[in-house]
């Protein structure tokens, strides 16, 4: 029996290309998405400054999030548990596991983000920037989590920790 084996093209993101969305002290740079890769993987660089929020505890239904450290300190809620990561770190978080991310007190954090298989991301991360600017609200936000695959959940654990930086 043969099996048929789909063959794509290579995909080059060259960074002088790549749109960048937000404002210091987050910065998100897009990098390959669904309709780039036949669905295969969605990617994005984000920079957070010293101690700079990243995302609010969340979960996906469908994609792994991978965290690969480029520089800095990364927190990450992971479930219950928050666990710092660093430079050349790689961090895996299966679907619907809760987790959200944010610079270490005292760090900048510069992490590759990569959701295996590819969701939308791109939209997403426009619809977060217009929400910055005052052009959306965030119940626009909360009405995208099906569409984005981004569900918003509340964490005791991050709460308290948030709280204890200030």
Not at 58 to 78: I, R
Request: a negative charge; proline letters at 4%.
């Amino acid at each position: 029996m043969t099996q048929h084996i789909e063959t794509r093209e290579p995909v080059l993101v060259r960074a002088a290309e790549a749109e960048t969305v937000g404002a210091a002290p987050a910065l998100v740079t897009l990098l390959a998405d669904v309709s780039t890769t036949g669905g295969l993987l969605s990617s994005a660089r984000t920079q957070l400054g010293v101690g700079a929020d990243g995302a609010a505890p969340h979960y996906h239904t469908g994609s792994s999030e991978m965290f690969f450290m480029l520089g800095g300190n990364l927190e990450v809620l992971v479930g219950e548990e928050i666990v710092t990561v660093s430079e050349g770190d790689m961090l895996v978080v299966p679907p619907l596991t809760t987790h959200a991310f944010r610079a270490a007190v005292g760090s900048s954090a510069d992490v590759l983000i990569v959701f295996i298989p590819g969701v939308e991301r791109f939209g997403y991360f426009r619809l977060l920037e217009q929400v910055g600017h005052g052009k959306a609200t965030v119940q626009d936000l909360l009405d995208s989590q099906e569409e984005f695959d981004n569900h918003f959940v509340e964490s005791p654990v991050w709460t308290k920790t948030a709280k204890a930086r200030q």
